[in-house]
């Protein structure tokens, strides 16, 4: 499972630097998510997927399970529970991480968090 650990906190590593050195960037996707879900919420109050948000979020799913399925198959691990569903809370998890940095710009915090998600990550798998 340290294999997995390894290489799972070194991809969250390698990322968060970049959110950090592009906090605007960060903050126009936020704004643009935000103006589109609030658009279609203002026209009708039926709870159904904005086209535009949700393919912005299932991109970013894809992006983070082909992560985790190369972590898994270098790590010699298989996930317990369906990859697209972790990749979702892995999407949730940073992207909340994100706003919290970009509010309160706490490294500490978002340190601690990255570090514990990636232990509960590494719980949802066993080596193989």
Known sequence: MRALRVLLH???SAHWPQIKQAPYQQ???YE???KTIRERWEVSSECVPDPVAATTFHRMDAEI?????LCADLSGTQWLEPVDAIAAYCVSML???MLR???CCDDE???VVLDDLVSGLTSRAVEI
């Open 109 to 111: 915090t978002t340190l």
């Open 65 to 69: 399970v082909t992560f985790l399925e």
């Open 95 to 97: 992207q909340g991480t």
């Open 101 to 103: 940095w970009l509010a």
């Open 32 to 34: 643009s998510t935000v």
């Open 10 to 12: 070194a991809g969250v």
């Open 27 to 29: 903050i126009r996707a």
